[in-house]
Structure formats: structure tokens, C-alpha cells
């Protein structure tokens, strides 16, 4: 009955707007895309597609006067009066006429500084008129790419069967569209609340859109705007030390306002700045509508080329709001010659400026689904879609709905499944890949020549990987089941060793997974490896330094994940561990051969004969706590995605005890704690921090296995983009302990704000990082490290690198050293 009600509720809504709709031209019949339009004094507003085509849904036809707004040409108002539901409304604009008196700008004088030192001045005022609202929200995301190649440094590029399909022969054609129709509730600066009435995904009838109204806020009354860096407002407290400004002429509009046109021009090409027009009203000096371009390099990524952000804002003369009602932001981006571009449609409608919300209006869930938001039907879209499709946009969702049963039937996915699970010879020996796409299960086989898991070591020698892996998920459920075994064989030990793991997501709600694992393998002294196979076989073979320590661990371990509170896992895990001393079997190296390695003990380097740890066994036992400050969450029918909230740290909180081990000396309590946490400094950088502190009890005599050992680094070669877990001259070994222990690490990253200012060295568009790292351990003299480097360093648009000197200081000794960061080892590791 309820289905049947709201059924009712929905026709009846539906059939009680009236629409106007049509083409706006100029006038040479030029068709003109994203004109606003609007009902005076409402906030019922569209804007016109690509084609100029628009259909604006009013409550009623009869005296409406609606508003046709488009920067460059004329506000035009057109009376409607009609009896039909339906309203045919052609227009054509005429370009606007820029009036400027004739006078001489004198630099001390600037008729547009003037303007936007009133604008500034008056920025709070204007914001706060629109510093609660509740509105309507409509997007449109298009996603495009041109001339993708087949292969990408001899790579097949794989989009997927479906995906590819929808590509020309040349490789052009688009890849995503998708709407979205919203409800939303906003409070100043970020409380957010969304409820999606529809979602729609061209060719995905199970799609939820990500257009979501909490990714489009762009509002330029902030100082800064969030582009993955801070972006200097051109309307911002400071504004004046970034930018240039030119008055290039004014208008009025049809409420006889004037308008400025004030052309933005950026003091350093290098800054995080924008650069186009900002139209501000005169006396009020509100956002009339803004039209701007940020270069990729100035909001540091290399990979974008150009974007471009409009929003057009409408007055209402009745509670005098200028409030924003269309936004569009496109893109163009481009790599190996593959160009994309893309473009998002947004519309605000409907506002309502309340005095207060109610106290549980805003909580920790800021986006909610609709019940079978994603089944509304073409007729609903077509009612209530306030932009109207393109005939490139309608025939994608045309071409892509129609084959989508077509390729959810068993009978096509079984025949694209055969033809890539074709086998082949020389598959036993490369690897091989087999899926059922209709029974969601696939199986991977890594091969005999699985090349990229070799390594050296001076324990195994030369040693590989391969192995077998299964996987089944259903993604309605959240459900996913892996299971999987690794062989490794060193060719120095002759040994051969096997481990086994099998896992299960039950959900995508509590993320609610447990984790089975066993076998044998050999593993580093630190469980955090802090040296890679990749740098320590480099380190070895090349300079015979083998940093890299392990023994041999023979186990069998459960663990259960789960979110139990909203931002709160914990994480249990049971082991069984047998650990055995291992010894160097090789001294193999590709140069200097005369050189010795050093021992396999991480205590004697020197000793070849004595073991670190005598052999032993133990069981273990792990709870860790993640908790996440003001986590925030957006609720899908698919399952809940978290939202870390970048005000708050992240703790972790973790205790550890070994229990009926083979000798009691093995047993111990451990308790430890990190903050980690990103300090935001606006368009000065950002200061990451990472506190970690801990105790052990009753460890005296515990396996050096079991001590607290920090990440060090004796290779010169940074992997990782921050370093935030690591000291880069301590020895891996030189400070673990079974005691008490704080660990400090803080960086700052400018962002740009010293480099760009900086002549010559803004040429390399790079970021400048300032740290300091201290290491506190009872009874011992504390250990800190000082470094400033460059990062984003690199060649054209990949900037994979960073350069950092470090001065370091223990107990009286001090060292300096250079480390060079190779970020593309993250990728090979």
C-alpha cells in the first residue's frame, strides 16, 4: 500500500508543473550553451545544453516572466502567458554592450582595484546571506576520450569489453555520463546534508552517480578553493599579492544593476591562482557571475591541461539574494598523446533560506539514497531532467541501454569470456587468467617465468614467486571470497617455501572481513619492511650491501576486521608463530666482488656464525583500534563509504601480548598509540605529523624478533610520497627496543607557496618539504633528524621525484646525507 501511495504522491507532483521550453540563439542563430534561465523572483532556473535547447519546469503557466542570463549578451525578460501545460519559448540574445568612460588608469588609482577592495570588504555580508539554504540539485557528468591507442609502451590498454565498445575506431567516444537529482540542506562553512532522489549511469542500470552536490561546492567568498591544493580566491583577504585586475567594462542588468567586468590576471604564472573575468554588482558588490580557468601545473597536477569554472548567480528582489543557480566546471587533460576531456552540469533550484535548521538536520551521514534511486524510468528522467539532453548525450544512453541486456545475458558474457580465456602454450610458463563474468568467480595463475617477483637476497640467493589465486564477489551484496597460495623458490638455499591465504567480506555496511593465512616464508626482523626487494636486491648486487635481515617464519594466523562504530574499527588477530635463524648461503654480487656481505645478524654484522634468536615458538595475539575522528559517511543500498573528516586526527590504539610460547622469557605485553593527523595551512602547505609511543611489559628477555624496531633507511632511497614513517640515516637496526619508546615525525609541504616565489627554481614547479623526525628511548641519547628537500620533481607531466638533504644528530655524532626519492618504486614493489 505504502509503494502504492507514494506512487500517487510522485504522479501527482509530477503532473502539477507546467514546462517552458525551446532554443536560445544569438542573433545570427548561433545556438548558446548554459545560458541561465530562470522565473523572477523564484528560484525555479535551468540552463541551456550545449545545443542551446532548455526546458525549465514551473509550478504553473500563466504570468510567468522568465530571465534568460548568458555573460557577453544582454539579460533578456520574456512575459509568458498560456493555458497549456507545455510552452514553446524560442529566444535570441543580443550581445551586450560594455560601457567604459575614457580615463587614463593610473596605476595607484585603479578603478578595478577599488571595486574588489569593496567586494572584499563586503564578502562577509554577501556570504552570510546565503549562509543557510536548503535547494534542488541537478548534475550531469560527461567524461571523453579521443584517439586512446591500443597498446601504451607496448601495453594493452583494457577498458573492459563494455567500456571499449562504446569507442570509434579511432579510439574517441565517451566513456561516462551519469545524473543525478538531489535534495540539499547547507550550512556555512561544510555541514552538508544530501538525499538522492534519482541516479542514473548511461549504460548501468545498477550505477549510483558520484556527481554528488558535496564534490561541487565551489564558493568563492573562501579565501581559498580546495583543487587538491588551495587556490588563492580572487576575492580573497590577501588577493591583492596574487593578482592583477583591469576593469574591462560595465553593464546593466534588468533590474538596472550595474555590473563590473573586471579581467584577473595573475602576478606569478607559478602561484595557485585563477585566471578569466569576475563580474561584480555594483554597491552591493555581490558575485555576479564568475568565469575562470586554472591551469593543471598551478594546482600541481601535470596531467591537466586546462579547467574551466563558471557559475552564474540570480537576484531575487524580494529578500535581495543574489544566490548562485548553474555551475559548470569542464576539463581538458591529456597523456601519451590520449586526450580527455570532460564536463559537469549543475544546477541549483528552489532555494529556501531558514532562519536555523534543526539540531539533528546535520550528522555524520551527509549523503543518502533514495530507495531504487537508480530505477527511475526515461519518462521521469524526461519530466524532470532540467537540462535537456544533447543528441551526442541521448544517443549514448540509447546505444548503451539497449545492449545492456544484451550484455548481462549469459550468452554474451560466456562468449567474451572464451575468447580472453583462450589458453595458450606458452601460457605455463607467462601465467594465465580465467573468469566467469555471469557467476562472478575469475582464477589467476602467475606462471613459471612470473618475472617480476624476482629478487636477491644474501639468505636465498636469487628467489621468484608464483602462484594460484580464486576470487568470487556479488557486488548487490558486498560480498567478496578470495583464496590464494604463493610459492617461492630460493635457487641459493634450494629452498622451497608455500603460504596460503583465504578472505571474506561479508558486507560493504560494516566492512565486516575475516582473513585465514599459513605456510612458510622468510621474512624481514621489522613486520613493517622497511627495505623493498626491488632497492635491498639493487643495494646488494650492485654496492654488496645487503641492508635486508630475515629469518624463517613458519605460522598459521586468524583475523577479523569490522567497523563497530561510526569511524571505529578494530582489527583482532590470533597467530601461531615458529621462528628459525637464517644464515647468508651466497655472496654473489654483480661488482665489487672482493667485498664481504655483511652477516645475517642484525645485533653482530660481522658475526657469520651466531644467530639473532635461538629458535623458538610462541602464539600471539593482536587487537587494534582505528578511530577516526568526525568521520563522515555517504549511505549507498550497495553499502556505506567513509568520508575521513580533515579536521580531526587519526588514532590508533593497539595491544599485544605473546602467550604459551616454548619458554616463558618469550612472553610479553605491549601497548602502543600513533596520531596521525594533517594540518592544513590554507595556501601556505600543509604540516603532516605522525606520534607514536608504546611500552612493553615483562620483556627482558624477549626474542629481538618481538622489540619495537623503527624504520630506518641506509640506501639513499626514498620510496614513499611523504616521509612521515621513516628516519632516512638511521641504521634499521642500530635503536629497537623491548622498553618504552616515542617516535615524533612532522613534514611540512609548502605546496608552492616559497617555490613559486622563488626566480629560476619556479621553473621546476616544484614543492618544497621541511621536516624533522626524533626518536626518544630510555636510558639512551634521543635521536633527530632535520631535512628540507624539493619534491615534485621530474620531467614533463610525470613528476616522480624528490631530493632531500638530512642532517642528523645522536648523541653527540652528526651525519648528513642526501635521499633520493623514487616514487615510481611504489608501483614496482
Not at 544582454?74 to 540574445?93: C, E, F, G, H
Not at 568563492?220 to 580573497?236: G, H, M, Q, T, W
Not at 533550484?349 to 539540531?359: L, Q
Amino acid at each position: 500500500m505504502r509503494n502504492y501511495t507514494l506512487f500517487a504522491f510522485l504522479f501527482f507532483s509530477l503532473s502539477n508543473f507546467a514546462q517552458i521550453k525551446g532554443t536560445i540563439t544569438d542573433e545570427k542563430g548561433n545556438p548558446l550553451p548554459f545560458v541561465s534561465v530562470f522565473e523572477e523572483n523564484t528560484y525555479t532556473s535551468t540552463t541551456s545544453n550545449e545545443q542551446g535547447n532548455y526546458q525549465l519546469n514551473v509550478k504553473e503557466v500563466g504570468k510567468n516572466k522568465i530571465t534568460f542570463q548568458y555573460l557577453g549578451f544582454k539579460t533578456l525578460k520574456v512575459a509568458v502567458s498560456s493555458n497549456s501545460k507545455t510552452v514553446i519559448l524560442d529566444v535570441k540574445l543580443q550581445e551586450e554592450s560594455f560601457a567604459l568612460n575614457e580615463v587614463i588608469i593610473d596605476p595607484k588609482n585603479n578603478p578595478a582595484n577599488a571595486i574588489i577592495k569593496s567586494a572584499i570588504a563586503n564578502k562577509k555580508q554577501n556570504s552570510d546571506k546565503t549562509a543557510r539554504y536548503t535547494a534542488d540539485f541537478y548534475s550531469k557528468g560527461m567524461f571523453k576520450v579521443k584517439d586512446l591507442p591500443k597498446k601504451i609502451l607496448g601495453q594493452k590498454v583494457d577498458l573492459g569489453e563494455d567500456m571499449a565498445s562504446n569507442l570509434d575506431s579511432t579510439g574517441t567516444g565517451i566513456l561516462y555520463l551519469s545524473e543525478t537529482i538531489s535534495e540539499i540542506s547547507f550550512e556555512k562553512p561544510n555541514k552538508l546534508k544530501e538525499k538522492i532522489i534519482a541516479s542514473k549511469i548511461s549504460g548501468n542500470n545498477n550505477g549510483y552517480s558520484y556527481n554528488t552536490a558535496s564534490l561541487s561546492t565551489y564558493d568563492f567568498y573562501e579565501n581559498n578553493l580546495d583543487f587538491d591544493v588551495k587556490l588563492i580566491s580572487p576575492i580573497a583577504d590577501n588577493a591583492f599579492n596574487y593578482y592583477k585586475y583591469k576593469l574591462e567594462g560595465t553593464f546593466f542588468d534588468d533590474n538596472n544593476q550595474q555590473i563590473n567586468k573586471i579581467k584577473v590576471t595573475p602576478k606569478r604564472d607559478k602561484e595557485p591562482v585563477f585566471e578569466g573575468y569576475i563580474y561584480i554588482v555594483d554597491d552591493s558588490f555581490a558575485i555576479y557571475a564568475i568565469d575562470l580557468d586554472i591551469k593543471g601545473y598551478r594546482m600541481k597536477n601535470e596531467f591537466t591541461e586546462i579547467m574551466t569554472l563558471k557559475q552564474s548567480f540570480s537576484y531575487n528582489s524580494k529578500n535581495k539574494i543574489w544566490s548562485k543557480n548553474a555551475q559548470t566546471l569542464s576539463f581538458n587533460a591529456g597523456i601519451f598523446g590520449i586526450k580527455f576531456s570532460g564536463k559537469f552540469n549543475y544546477v541549483y533550484s528552489n532555494y529556501e533560506f531558514p532562519d536555523s535548521f534543526e539540531k539533528k538536520t546535520f550528522g555524520n551521514e551527509i549523503v543518502a539514497f533514495e530507495a531504487n534511486a537508480n530505477k527511475k524510468d526515461d519518462a521521469f528522467w524526461n519530466e524532470i531532467r532540467p537540462i535537456p539532453l544533447t543528441i551526442e548525450e541521448s544517443t549514448d544512453y540509447t546505444k548503451k541501454d539497449s545492449l545492456l541486456t544484451i550484455r548481462k545475458s549469459r550468452k554474451y558474457t560466456d562468449s567474451i569470456d572464451a575468447k580472453n580465456n583462450k589458453f595458450k602454450v606458452w601460457d605455463v610458463l607467462m601465467g594465465y587468467d580465467y573468469k566467469n563474468t555471469f557467476k562472478k568467480y575469475s582464477f589467476d595463475y602467475k606462471g613459471l617465468l612470473h618475472l617480476t617477483s624476482l629478487s636477491f637476497n644474501t639468505v636465498q640467493g636469487f628467489n621468484f614467486d608464483t602462484g594460484f589465486s580464486f576470487r568470487k564477489w556479488n557486488e548487490e551484496e558486498g560480498k567478496s571470497t578470495s583464496i590464494s597460495t604463493t610459492f617461492n623458490y630460493g635457487f641459493s638455499d634450494e629452498r622451497f617455501r608455500v603460504t596460503g591465504q583465504f578472505s571474506h567480506r561479508f558486507n560493504t555496511i560494516n566492512y565486516a572481513t575475516i582473513w585465514a593465512s599459513g605456510g612458510t616464508k622468510t621474512t624481514q626482523f621489522n613486520g613493517a619492511e622497511p627495505i623493498s626487494k626491488f632497492v635491498n636486491s639493487i643495494s646488494s648486487l650492485f654496492f654488496k650491501d645487503n641492508y635486508m635481515k630475515l629469518y624463517n617464519l613458519e605460522f598459521a594466523q586468524i583475523n577479523y576486521s569490522q567497523d563497530v562504530a561510526n569511524g571505529i574499527n578494530l582489527n583482532a588477530r590470533v597467530a601461531y608463530e615458529q621462528r628459525k635463524p637464517l644464515f647468508n648461503t651466497t655472496d654473489y654480487s654483480f661488482f665489487k666482488k672482493d667485498d664481504t656481505y655483511s652477516s645475517n645478524n642484525p645485533l653482530a654484522p660481522d658475526d657469520f656464525t651466531t644467530p639473532a634468536f635461538d629458535q623458538h615458538h610462541l602464539f600471539k595475539t593482536a587487537l587494534t583500534a582505528r578511530i577516526n575522528f568526525g568521520n563522515k559517511y555517504i549511505s549507498r543500498p550497495d553499502g556505506r563509504y567513509n568520508i575521513k573528516d580533515e579536521k580531526y586526527p587519526t588514532v590508533y590504539l593497539v595491544f599485544e601480548k605473546a602467550f604459551a610460547a616454548s619458554e616463558k622469557k618469550y612472553e610479553f605485553e605491549r601497548v602502543g598509540a600513533s596520531v596521525q593527523y594533517d594540518l592544513s595551512l590554507g595556501n601556505k602547505g600543509l604540516l603532516g605529523m605522525n606520534f607514536k609511543a608504546g611500552k612493553f611489559f615483562n620483556a627482558e628477555n624477549i626474542s629481538f624478533i618481538d622489540y619495537r624496531h623503527f624504520n630506518g633507511n641506509q640506501t639513499h632511497i626514498g620510496t614513499s610520497d611523504r616521509y612521515l614513517n621513516v628516519f632516512n640515516l638511521m641504521p634499521y637496526y642500530a635503536n629497537s627496543t623491548n622498553d618504552s619508546y616515542f617516535e615524533m615525525h612532522l613534514e611540512h609541504n609548502d605546496t608552492g607557496f616559497i617555490m613559486n616565489k622563488i626566480p629560476l627554481l619556479n621553473l621546476l614547479k616544484s614543492t618544497m618539504n621541511i621536516g624533522f623526525h626524533s626518536l626518544a628511548i630510555p636510558d639512551r641519547k634521543p635521536y633527530s633528524e632535520f631535512t628540507i628537500g624539493l619534491d615534485n620533481l621530474g620531467f614533463g607531466k610525470f613528476k616522480l621525484f624528490r631530493v632531500d638533504y638530512v642532517h642528523s644528530y645522536h648523541g653527540g655524532v652528526q651525519q648528513n646525507g642526501v635521499v633520493f626519492g623514487l616514487k615510481i618504486l611504489n608501483v614496482l614493489d
